[in-house]
């Protein structure tokens, strides 16, 4: 992660307590492999999107005690010869060690011991979604549980306390996008990352800065939409009408062949290709680098 980026992150840092949701452990997956392929990589895909941002990771005390399988708890998993040192138990054990600043939240509980929680008819009092009412309503789950359902529905002292659940990568950096909390620049790099567009080499003269509020929104749903076709059907759409810019560009990409596509009929995006993706060079609102290529 760049410097930059840190710096974005402090600035506009969320500072989200997310609990690992131990009660979405029940045993649910047939066999240890199972639990890799279809539990383990999308729980370690949210703990790689949580260290984006400046959150921090609460587990109960006895967290390692709960079954992922019917005869296996998430203890002997980890201890596992065949498993304990694959690439996927490395990544959870970074991450966990990464996010988490204090061992366990139950030794400085702020549930009050005269209020009920219940989730779906169940006393759940002393659990992580529980607690999670106490602090910042949200927790991260394993799939394919009944606590795995988003939002996650705690009645507590018979009201109803909805909690953001994570069970799968984008779903934070969309809450937090909603809820104003990260910045246009924080947002585009963590909502795109891995995909079709590069937001790495952004030049700062036609940068994240000079988009205002009314043109994020425009320029966000057509990066959304350039994610999802292909590159045959971008050169061939109407709407982005994808083409060569002839003009002159931000210094520094001189005899790079750059490109634009159009996010309305006054703002355009420009970079260029570099394998299967584009990489963004800047932000064009005033519609006045078009008027010359």
Known sequence: MTSLMMTLIRFWGCDLQILFNELSLTGQFSDQDAFVKNGLLPFVGVLKEMQLFTTQLLKKGDVWDNKITPSNTLYSFLINKAFRT?????????????????????????????????LDGVDIWGSSPAEACERDNVVVSFVASSASSDPLNIMRNESNVPLLNLTCSGRLTEYLWANNTISFELYLKSRFSGGKLDFTKVDEKMGFSGVQSAEQSLFIDTFRKFEELTWDQIYADKGLDYKEYDGGIARGYQGIKTYKFRASEKIRCHGYREKNSFVVIGFETDHKLSDWG
């Open 86 to 118: 694959s690439d996927e138990v490395r990544r959870l054990k970074s991450a966990i060690a990464d996010l988490t600043k204090e061992p366990f939240w139950d030794t400085d509980s702020k549930q009050n011991p005269d209020f009920t929680y219940f």
